[in-house]
């Protein structure tokens, strides 16, 4: 039985290649056009992140995320960008790279406020992540770094402060943040911080690709991740007065150090009312942190079934979301691995406990790929999550390789089949999936408010990507916003359950998805032909229970703790 297997593996590993370039079968349709339209809607920046050509150290490959975030409460999702830099010194004519803040004018446009915000900075960011940390109304952003990290307070008016420093949540124990998330750990209704840590490197001791044996298929490149020392996850506790402290070492946190933490996000994976984090790690087994319920955290990643591939091997993680894609009441997990490699899909039984079924999904074919943001959405609006995965590579070197897909790759969507299966469709949505670019982190959400999901993706040494979905299947949808009371403002945490003539659908409110980004926290069902929603359940992380009858479908709602829809301004 083992053999077959085996064998069976070995056979889909060495025609994925081929495989993975064939159309969707004839049978598969996908009314949805996926547009980039950045440039158009005003966002025309390059994100700058490394040498284009070379890079000395694994610092320069990273690349960056990007959050969407209704900073002005206008109804409009927003656009914040992360951006990097370089190690040697721009030229003098060059203005120094900077995060951007894009103000949505509702018209499917933008306009640059950074300046006006009071968000330039230039340094190595990693991820950005949105919650309102102190519950004033105003979504606050942290953005992890290479060196000091910043908290973005939103004062309200526009514009932010940088209170990293006060708030007590700057300092990385190993130099390089990484994934990140807000989170409300100890269910005290204030927004707690997870700051992973990739790998502790000191560029005055790192070694340089030509000084050691740094090779990727001949090609001398930058070395690491192994042999190089892994980072330290770190988890803040908001003590209620705008400051956290650093309870890592009493969570339980610091006994995975050394994993080389990447994407990170948050869910109730055993439905026990309690968030857990699960951290894609780079050439390391993966941590899937459990709740406790008693402020500390024990890694269950190995016997959960989620830390290795079905083959028993450490994956190089990257990215990682969290959805329920069979509509069973457990949230499942997709993360993105390195090329050679298939992306991994962990299937939740029950109870926190996972079966790999990359491989019966569908998803094993496309193993040419190195993936990095990724997501469960509901692009068509049937009812059922698909899956979007952004690629690129890490080296730019290996343009001088045949074998390989390339510096800049293409996306993956993949449409669910409603039996457990996916297809993917990327060929059918339009020549934005399909062209070459060098992706890293993503963010999904409905910029235009038209009930669909859009995709914003940043890049390395390019410019951003809006891919505006206009989907033609007619199908319908509902969008809601949580508004906490006893529970954090943002309602992170509170889980949805819906129920159509077609069953029943979950999710949860989270700040971290994809690869160090963070979506739009207006939850997205997908109604396909129900006019309205029978019955809503909000499971507060207060313990409120909240129960909505009767919904008509296509609107956005507010649902407030306690209170119910809220009148629309």
Not at 96 to 112: A, C, I, V
Not at 303 to 330: F, H, L, N, T
Request: negative net charge.
């Amino acid at each position: 039985m083992k053999l077959g297997f085996k064998f069976y593996f070995v056979i889909l590993f060495l025609c994925g290649g081929a495989l993975a370039q064939n159309a969707p079968p004839p049978a598969v349709t996908f009314p949805v056009s996926l547009t980039n339209v950045g440039r158009a809607a005003g966002i025309n920046f390059t994100t700058v992140y490394g040498d284009e050509k070379k890079n000395r150290y694994l610092l320069e490959t990273t690349g960056t995320g990007v959050a969407f975030i209704d900073f002005d409460n206008d109804g409009f999702e927003d656009i914040f960008f992360v951006n990097g830099t370089r190690l040697d010194p721009l030229p003098k004519d060059v203005a120094p790279p900077t995060n951007r803040l894009f103000r949505n004018k509702g018209d499917g446009t933008f306009e640059d406020v950074t300046v006006k915000a009071g968000l330039v900075r230039t340094n190595w960011g990693q991820a950005a992540v949105v919650g309102d940390y102190d519950n004033d109304g105003f979504d606050d952003i942290f953005v992890s770094c290479f060196g000091k990290n910043a908290l973005y307070h939103n004062n309200g008016n526009g514009t932010f402060s940088d209170v990293a420093e006060k708030a007590g949540v700057a300092d990385n124990k190993s130099k390089w943040g990484s994934g990140s998330a807000f989170l409300d750990y100890d269910r005290d209704g204030l927004l707690d911080l997870f700051v992973g840590s990739y790998i502790d490197l000191d560029l005055k001791t790192a070694p340089l690709p030509e000084t050691g044996p740094c090779l990727y298929k001949g090609l001398t490149v930058a070395c690491g991740p192994p042999g190089l020392v892994g980072g330290v996850n770190m988890l803040f506790r908001n003590n209620g007065n705008g400051t956290f402290t650093d309870v890592s070492e009493k969570s339980g946190m610091r006994k995975t150090d050394g994993t080389y933490a990447l994407g990170a996000t948050v869910a109730d994976f055993d439905n026990d009312g309690w968030p857990d984090i699960y951290v894609a790690n780079d050439s390391a087994p993966a941590t899937l942190y459990h709740n406790n319920k008693n402020g500390t955290f024990t890694d269950i990643a190995l016997e959960a079934g989620c830390a290795y591939s079905i083959d028993g091997k450490p994956q190089a993680g990257m990215g990682v979301s969290a959805g329920d894609y069979d509509r069973d009441g457990w949230f499942d997990i997709i993360k993105t691995n390195f090329a050679g490699d298939t992306s991994t899909l962990y299937h939740n039984v029950g109870k926190a406990v996972f079966d790999d079924v990359t491989f019966p999904a569908g998803l094993g074919l496309n193993t040419r790929w190195l993936g990095w943001g990724t997501g469960f959405a509901d692009f068509d609006n049937d009812g059922w999550v698909d899956i979007f995965q952004i690629n690129g590579h890490v080296y730019p070197e290996v343009e001088k390789l045949t074998t390989e897909a390339g510096y800049a790759q293409r996306k993956v969507l993949y449409k669910n089949l409603k039996n457990g299966k996916f297809a993917d469709v990327s060929a059918l949505v339009g020549g934005a999936v399909m062209e070459n670019t060098p992706g890293r982190g993503a963010a999904f959400g409905d910029y235009d408010n038209d009930g669909d999901t859009d995709v914003v993706i940043n890049v390395v040494n390019a410019v951003p990507e809006l891919l505006r979905n206009d989907s033609k299947s007619g199908n319908n949808w509902l969008k809601i916003r949580l508004v906490g009371t006893k529970s954090n403002r943002d309602g992170i945490g509170a889980r949805v359950r819906l129920t159509t003539d077609d069953g029943a659908q979950a999710d949860e409110v989270r700040s971290s998805n994809s690869y160090y980004s963070s979506n739009d926290q207006r939850l997205n069902f997908g109604l396909g032909a129900a006019k309205s929603v029978k019955t809503i359940e909000i499971q507060w992380p207060s313990g409120q229970l909240d129960k909505l009858t009767e919904v008509a479908a296509n609107q956005f709602v507010t649902v407030k703790e306690g209170a119910g829809i809220q009148p629309k301004k």
